[in-house]
């Protein structure tokens, strides 16, 4: 994806309250969600390790609905592909 706002969040099915993003530190993906969850599908940007493409297209969505509020981006690594949970004590 070059960084413009994606066709997915040009879709949006209401007005949003709150868009987040998230970034995996271990694959580089960035994803852009939304609250309420009906209002678009969440979308995803390979290759933006810092966030900023999603921040982007964050920020083009907010001047489109002024009255929503951005979260984050927010950095988290995937768990292992084998890893269980573990119990509470």
């Not at 007005?15 to 580089?28: A, L, M």
Request: aromatic share 6%.
């Amino acid at each position: 994806m070059n960084g413009a706002i994606t066709m997915e969040a040009t879709r949006l099915r209401g007005t949003p309250d709150r868009i987040f993003i998230s970034v995996d530190e271990s694959t580089g993906k960035s994803t852009v969600s939304f609250f309420p969850a009906d209002v678009g599908s969440p979308f995803q940007h390979d290759g933006d390790h810092d966030g900023q493409r999603a921040l982007k297209d964050a920020k083009a969505i907010l001047a489109r609905y002024p009255s929503c509020t951005i979260h984050g981006p927010h950095f988290h690594a995937a768990r292992p592909p084998k890893a269980r949970p573990r119990k509470r004590a």
